[in-house]
């Protein structure tokens, strides 16, 4: 049988990159039951025998103040994990202990595992692990979760002390607060209150603290003897208030941090070096952070990282392409013609190659964020630009996402709604996640470029910059609107460590990227198929019925013989005669003249017919809804649905002067008409894919129906007001 | 006075922490508790927010959470 342990720490303790050395390949990521907070998993097999491993949230306490917070707390209580091992960053000693004297409190076995003794020596710091290990009553192992240093010994200590009874530790609060714990744990043991799950005077010290997970837990269960624990914490509250001026919960802290100084000033610890001496990644951010070269070497690593996300990966997208491109052809040769060919290729096939057309992007933006978290640079980036996002409800660390998704014109807001994860803030994460959709992902471009191409020819550069602003200013508007209603409340505190730099491992950057992409593929990947076989099925059924599928033929039919069709099918253009083009070139004509009838005639043409009576106001008439029906599938499609729209065939959305020329004489169509198609398009539903990885990490459909509708009803009233005011002021 | 007037590289010692919940919470739990040494890194470009040095590590919060923290110089 395996062991159950749990990883904890601080974040930046090296914590994961233990976990790494620990598990290797055999490990996986999931979810905690209900929220979106990360679990990873995986087993150890040793010399001191089989280990289950999980890796907790790294956090700083165990109040139950965030999601990693309570996960931790939670997963501790409810799983009971043989030991703990406690990852602490030798070279920040007394802050990590902090951590480590609550664990001590809850009365949970732990193994403390010293990490990071390299730098800390380095730092001129020496500490004298035995007697730190006395002291605490826990074992002890120093350990370089880098290179692998200590992790023998630190499992054969787990299996040694596994079945070890423990005493919990009991720090003195201070007078007032003991006596209240006191009279209160002798409640709590008399009414058995919660005793299943905590100890006495755990639940006590959190009563005391104003837990609220603890407290909602124990009126649940009991209310009365909660009113009467809130009785006794009132009373110590307001002495210590008039007394000492303090709160409790501020009063148990400075005891937690008395008792480690109490233990650290016994000699555990000595400084050969001024601890506050600044060591080379504190010269680093004097440059890094300086006030005019700072932001210029931040643009510049956003840069990089943008194209390394989007130019670096253009090759496996491409690899990706011609493979399903290569398989599509096989299938068109393969079936005979009629539906089943067309779900196969146009339904599966694309559906397929849209899930994993995505899959290097993922890979690329996962593998550059990971990079720039793990050296510590994305917490610098947070901290410059905090005060410009602040403005807006959002974080600091929001910027990386508006990047990603196409803040630099051609990016992508699925890999862009993944990067909100280095949000550690649950409501700027979710008004960062909600409107990053709103930047110029790639798949735009082509309808702006074909718009800009048939309007605004003379002013392109312009126009385009005029679009990029556009979708920057509304994305931060729209979140400062989301903040002060829907996703109203305080801002979650800065308050962040700037670890010192480091260099990522590759495993560990191996490891992370290709977790998150596997993470993507499977969950995503099975809906995202779905959905695109619905869509499919939008744009082709119903079908033309038989009398107008036979007035099509019948005209085909007074052009071309049977025999003429026959060679214009098999021979090539420079086979046939100029007399034969000609009859091509009509009949062509008729196909495009069939596929615009049926895509009128199919669901998405009826949406966009039976809209058309609404979305006049916005000059938009049926072929640009149904276009924009399309474009849920992914917005380039706007540009290939129009294209049949307008008899012209699929529009091939790299080559669009044709359709361009088409517009630029249709009636109906203007500078007010394209400009107001621009505004809808920068601002409407995202596609299905971004929707879907919406649900997938805000843990919740909820907001994802939320941005469909949202955005969409946002985007038509913004073309409606731009439409009738621009034809008002030209007339 | 408090922690947002100090200078950079200013030093000086907490002397109370006036913050409440999750903020509160946040400052004690990152160490920031009466009687600690503190010293001012460095300012973001835009003057917000801060970061200072305590207990040898780095930390950042932002100018109305450091107005919370009285300090004596």
């Known amino acids: 049988m395996s062991t159950a342990i749990a990883l904890a720490g601080n974040p930046n303790s090296g914590k994961t990159t233990l976990f790494n050395a620990l598990t290797g390949a055999r490990q996986h990521v999931g979810n905690y039951p209900g929220v979106t907070v990360e679990k990873k998993q995986g087993t150890c097999i040793s010399e001191s025998g089989e280990f289950s491993v999980v890796d907790l949230p790294g956090t700083y306490s165990l109040s139950a103040y965030s999601l990693e917070e309570v996960v931790a707390r939670d997963y501790l209580v409810n799983e009971k994990p043989a030991m703990i091992v406690n990852i602490i960053d030798a070279s920040n000693l007394e802050r990590n202990l902090y951590l480590s004297v609550q664990f001590m409190e809850m009365g949970v076995p732990i193994t403390i595992a010293l990490n990071m003794m390299d730098v800390a020596q380095k730092r001129g710091m020496q500490i004298d692990i035995k007697k730190l290990s006395s002291l605490l009553n826990i074992p002890i192992i120093p350990t370089v979760a880098r290179s692998g240093k200590g992790k023998k010994q630190l499992l054969q200590t787990i299996a040694d002390n596994v079945n070890h009874t423990i005493k919990p530790l009991t720090i003195s609060y201070g007078q007032d607060i003991d006596s209240a714990l006191d009279q209160m744990e002798s409640i709590i043991r008399e009414k058995q209150f919660l005793t299943s799950k905590y100890r006495p005077r755990w639940t006590a010290l959190k009563f005391l603290e104003n837990d609220q997970q603890i407290i909602e837990l124990g009126t649940m269960e009991n209310q009365a003897t909660v009113l009467l624990l809130e009785a006794i914490v009132k009373k110590v509250t307001s002495h210590l208030n008039a007394t000492l001026d303090i709160h409790p919960e501020g009063m148990i802290a400075d005891q937690r941090y008395g008792f480690i100084n109490s233990i650290l000033k016994q000699n555990v610890i000595q400084f050969h070096q001024d601890r506050n001496r600044l060591q080379l990644s504190d010269q680093i951010d004097k440059v890094v952070t300086n006030r005019f070269i700072g932001p210029i070497i931040m643009i510049a690593i956003l840069l990089g990282l943008y194209n390394f996300t989007f130019t670096y990966s253009e090759i496996p997208v491409g690899w990706f392409e011609s493979f399903f491109e290569y398989i599509a052809g096989v299938a068109d040769s393969a079936l005979p013609e009629g539906l089943l060919k067309s779900l196969i290729i146009s339904g599966m096939i694309d559906g397929v190659g849209g899930v994993l057309g995505f899959v290097p992007l993922i890979m690329f933006m996962f593998m550059g964020i990971a990079f720039l978290e793990d050296t510590g640079y994305l917490a610098r980036m947070s901290f410059m630009l905090d005060r410009i996002f602040r403005m807006f409800g959002l974080h600091g660390s929001s910027v990386m996402a508006f990047i990603v998704s196409g803040g630099i014109a051609g990016g992508c807001a699925v890999p862009g709604v993944m990067a909100t994860r280095t949000l550690k803030s649950p409501k700027e994460r979710l008004a960062t996640l909600l409107t990053v959709p709103f930047m110029n992902c790639g798949a735009k471009l082509p309808v702006y470029a074909l718009l800009v191409a048939a309007f605004f020819a003379d002013n392109k550069a312009n126009v385009m910059l005029l679009i990029t602003l556009i979708s920057w200013v509304g994305a931060l508007l729209v979140a400062k609107l989301l903040r002060s209603t829907v996703i109203k409340g305080e801002s979650t505190p800065f308050v962040m460590e700037l670890p010192p730099y480091r260099m990522p491992t590759l495993k560990g950057l191996l490891i992370h990227t290709w977790e998150r992409t596997f993470q993507y593929i499977k969950k995503a990947g099975t809906v995202i198929l779905g959905i695109s076989i619905v869509l499919w099925a939008m744009m082709t059924f119903p079908n033309l019925n038989a009398d107008q599928i036979k007035t099509f033929e019948d005209r085909k039919s007074t052009i071309a013989s049977s025999q003429d069709l026959v060679q214009i099918q098999t021979l090539t253009e420079s086979q046939l005669s100029p007399q034969k083009l000609a009859m091509k070139d009509q009949l062509t004509k008729i196909d495009m003249e069939q596929a615009q009838a049926a895509l009128k005639n199919s669901i998405a043409g009826r949406i966009g017919t039976s809209l058309e009576g609404l979305t006049k106001f916005a000059g938009f008439d049926w072929r640009t809804n149904i276009a924009l029906v399309g474009g849920f599938a992914a917005k380039e499609v706007v540009v290939s649905t129009l294209g049949t729209a307008y008899s012209l065939g699929e529009v091939d959305v790299e080559e669009t002067s044709s359709l361009s020329q088409r517009l630029a004489t249709a009636k109906g169509w203007g500078p007010i008409t394209a400009f107001s198609l621009i505004i809808f398009t920068i601002f409407y539903a995202p596609c299905f894919v971004t929707v879907v990885c919406i649900a997938k990490e805000t843990g919740s459909w909820k907001w994802a129906a939320f941005s469909v509708i949202f955005n969409t009803v946002l985007a038509f009233s913004l073309s409606v007001i731009f439409y009738q005011v621009g034809s008002a002021i030209l007339t | ?73």
């Open chain 2, 1 to 73: 006075m408090n922690l947002r007037q100090m200078k950079v590289n200013q030093t000086g010692k907490i002397v109370s922490v006036k913050a409440s919940d999750e903020l509160g919470r946040r400052l004690r739990d990152m160490g920031l508790i009466p009687g600690k040494e503190i010293k001012i890194q460095g300012r973001a470009p835009l003057y917000d927010p801060v970061s200072i040095r305590i207990m040898g590590f780095t930390l950042t919060l932002r100018n109305n959470e450091a107005d919370f923290i009285e300090v004596e110089v």
